[in-house]
């Protein structure tokens, strides 16, 4: 269970770099094309990076919601049926950071759902388009 827990915290950390290096890459993408005396056009780089990243919230929320309910479900019987208090104080535990974790990720989820779009339009208005 901890190698998977592991993994999962490794994947979501390649997850969160990549998708913060999605502006970097657009603004590459925009000025490896910009000839000599036209500003790079942001808004046909981004677009595509902003449809994918909205196409992929709305799944990615529904996968966590319910991991989240399995895992919570999980560790709930797992508190229920510890006999002794260090396993019952150590599945509470487990189950409060498990809550505090998915509540977390839904919160950044929401805040990247919420702040992408006028991030692209501050990013645009600030090309000189």
């Not at 942001?42 to 989240?68: D, Q, R, T, Y």
């Not at 929401?110 to 000189?128: D, E, M, Y």
């Amino acid at each position: 269970m901890k190698d998977l827990l592991k993994k999962a915290r490794v994947l979501g950390i390649m997850a969160a770099n990549a998708v913060m290096m999605l502006p970097v890459s657009a603004m590459a993408a925009a000025n490896s094309t910009q000839s000599a005396g036209n500003a790079p056009d942001f808004n046909n780089v981004a677009s595509p990076i902003v449809k994918l990243i909205n196409s992929l919230l709305s799944p990615a929320i529904a996968i966590v919601g319910a991991l989240g309910t399995v895992y919570c479900v999980f560790l709930g019987v797992k508190f229920a049926r510890a006999e002794e208090p260090q396993d019952r104080e150590k599945a509470k535990t487990h189950l409060k950071n498990a809550i505090i974790g998915f509540v977390l990720i839904f919160v950044l989820m929401l805040v990247l759902r919420l702040s992408i779009q006028p991030l692209t339009q501050w990013a645009t208005g600030n090309t000189g388009n």
